[in-house]
């Protein structure tokens, strides 16, 4: 799974014996917020493998962590998302580094992160948005 299309709706590819991949896109025309994170590693692995990002929205707290797989012989994508239904704002984030360094960032620096892909670099104190 990944958002292959980068529109915020999560997509399928599954890989077939001596075939070609089947695509699935997700084209739902009705869907909740969402929010998107990738994360650079710079004293941690670059892809940030064994991160867990704490995200809350909407008084809800989502975990998630960064693998290397996904199953058998399969990867998801290394970016997390987190979908966030009716919420309309980020309240925090909080990062755990593979090496045990911690990040925070609270709801003023994360205004306008809603439906959007965005970039965390390791010890920064901004992220970046990236559409």
Request: glycine share 12%; aromatic share 6%.
């Amino acid at each position: 799974m990944a958002d292959f299309n980068e529109d915020g709706r999560l997509d399928l590819a599954i890989s077939n014996h001596i075939e070609r991949p089947t695509m699935y896109f997700n084209n739902l025309t009705t869907t909740g917020n969402w929010s998107g994170i990738k994360l650079v590693g710079t004293e941690s692995n670059r892809d940030a493998i064994g991160a867990h990002i704490r995200l809350t929205a909407g008084g809800k707290t989502m975990t998630r962590q960064i693998k290397a797989g996904a199953g058998y012989a399969s990867q998801a994508m290394l970016a997390a998302h987190f979908g966030l239904g009716s919420a309309e704002f980020v309240e925090a984030i909080d990062i755990t580094w593979p090496g045990g360094k911690k990040q925070h960032f609270d709801k003023d620096a994360l205004i306008g992160t809603v439906n959007q892909m965005i970039t965390i670099e390791e010890g920064a104190d901004k992220l970046v948005a990236q559409r």
